[in-house]
């Protein structure tokens, strides 16, 4: 009979406990994985006391005061700080977003913070994107023509232009795919719905001569047909836009060709 | 406006007697000061730091480069100085967290050397914007890991943020004169016979050394003629 275990660096454990140290009468308790890949120790969940009365308003200022003031060792990425970049994207009080954009106030009781669910964590919310960026790069994300005069500006007129709308506006984050049951079990061959809403915006650039080739490349039952419009991933875009929907017009582009 | 001083080929200039190449250094974009800009640059304006010195970087290192020539060995000493402010920083045990001193380095800066200065606030800078930068002799990083260690990268980036600062406070105390984005309010005209030039400035350290580098009043063709600066007046 075959036993099934998890391996034992799966359990996360109970960490370290900072109380706070500034005599606030507004306190919150913010949770957060912690993980070191250059110790042999399980990933933890560490817990921070935080004065709120001395904290602007988003998850990432939160995670800023902590490494700040508290525990400089916290790792995680950011950039921008207003919804530009796609750094910081997390999963807080189990919805994937940006923690930038996102305000603590909408969270009741503890604050949970955990990385992008199912990918490889490289340490702390920090996770591996390398297999996306790879997806990424498989779909040829730039203009392809056959005419070889290059002294002019290709045109596209407004129409055309206006189709890439709901698309371009992406900014790579990963909360959409890595929030995809889909993806969650196929993340190696499905392409889920990040890359395949860029997919959509090269097929659909009026300026771009290998629509069909695109078209015909994302063809497969694993990079496109995993998709079982579950729209997990239009709920977690923290941009407001509609991947599934993108998925299901390349479905529907493929049908009627 | 500030940065690494370049020539319009991308390639950096220092003086020594009269301007020189240095050679194999260049710079671009942001980093670099090619000098098109005036005193300020304004909004957007980095567009042609992307179209037209990108492209003319790329074409003055294919000139440059012979293809397969290895690299100049780099001495042991070079390498060396390198690990060591590593190893330095990242074994920092002491009582200053980086975040703290960035913190003071960043209240310096922004009331003393803001968008208007004056004598008093610059001179009052000089000497404030020094207390972080002797702080990180005992500076305090508590990740000691090497794989994403953000603490450490943070302390780095702390200790060239630090040497730029003071860089900005003393080139702005000696510039007395306002022009583009250095406006003092104890000076409040443009002085084109004293400070019609660029500011260098050397940093060993807190110390630094002031001098100027002449700006070109020629063009490059004969298509325009040269345009000499006026008095901005609304």
Redesign the interface.
């Known amino acids: 009979m075959v036993q099934i275990n998890l391996p034992k660096n799966s359990k996360v454990k109970n960490g370290n406990y900072y109380k706070d140290k500034t005599n606030s009468k507004n306190i919150r308790k913010v949770n957060i994985y912690r993980w ?3 110790t042999s120790e399980n990933p933890r969940i560490d817990t921070y006391e935080v004065d709120m009365d001395n904290c602007p308003s988003k998850i990432l200022d939160l995670l800023n005061k902590i ?3 508290i ?6 990425r950011r950039s921008c700080s207003h919804g530009v970049c796609g750094s910081c994207a997390m999963n807080m009080d189990g919805k994937n977003g940006l923690a930038c954009t996102k305000p603590h106030s909408e969270i009741k009781g503890d604050i949970n913070i955990y990385p992008l669910p199912h990918l490889k964590v ?3 919310l ?1 996770g591996d994107l390398s297999v996306l960026y790879k997806q990424y790069e498989s779909i040829e994300p730039w203009l392809k023509t056959k005419t070889k005069d290059e002294s002019s500006e290709i045109l596209q007129s407004r129409n055309d232009r206006a189709k890439l709308d709901g698309a371009y506006e992406c900014i790579m984050c990963a909360c959409c795919s890595t929030s995809c049951p889909s993806y969650w079990w196929n993340g190696d061959k499905f392409l889920g719905p990040a890359v395949l809403l860029q997919a959509y915006r090269w097929i659909m650039d009026s300026r771009d001569e290998d629509r069909k080739g695109r078209l015909k490349k994302v063809a497969d039952e694993f990079k496109l047909y995993r998709c079982h419009t579950i729209m997990n991933c239009t709920n977690a875009c923290p941009k407001g836009l509609n991947p599934a929907k993108a998925i299901a017009e390349i479905k529907r582009m493929l049908a009627l060709t | 406006m500030g940065g690494i001083p370049t020539n319009y080929k991308a390639e950096v200039l220092t003086i020594n007697g009269s301007e020189k190449i240095v050679p194999g250094l260049m710079a671009i974009g942001e980093a670099a000061c090619v000098s098109v800009h005036g005193a300020n640059r304004l909004g957007s304006n980095s567009l042609i730091d992307l179209v037209v010195f990108g492209r003319a970087a790329a074409k003055r290192a294919a000139e440059l480069i012979k293809i397969g020539t290895p690299h100049e060995k780099i001495s042991e000493n070079e390498t060396e100085k390198c690990l060591e402010r590593f190893d330095r920083l990242r074994n920092g045990n002491g009582e200053n967290k980086t975040a703290d001193l960035r913190l003071a380095m960043q209240k310096t800066m922004q009331s003393k050397c803001a968008v208007f200065r004056t004598d008093k606030t610059l001179k009052e800078g000089i000497n404030e914007i020094r207390k972080p930068f002797d702080g990180i002799n005992s500076i305090y990083v508590k990740d000691k890991s090497l794989i994403f260690n953000t603490d450490l990268v943070e302390t780095l980036e702390f200790d060239n943020l630090i040497r730029q600062a003071i860089t900005t406070m003393d080139s702005a105390y000696h510039r007395k004169e306002s022009r583009g984005a250095h406006a003092r309010e104890d000076f409040p005209k443009r002085n084109d016979e004293k400070f019609m030039q660029h500011t260098l400035s050397w940093c060993n350290g807190k110390e630094t050394k002031i001098d100027y580098r002449p700006v070109h009043k020629s063009t490059l063709t004969d298509d325009v003629q040269y345009f000499p600066p006026q008095e901005r007046i609304y």
């Not at chain 1, 525990?71 to 995680?76: F, I």
Request: aromatic fraction near 6%.
């Open positions: 070191d890949p250059s490494k700040n003031e525990d400089p060792s916290l790792a995680y490289k340490k702390d920090i």
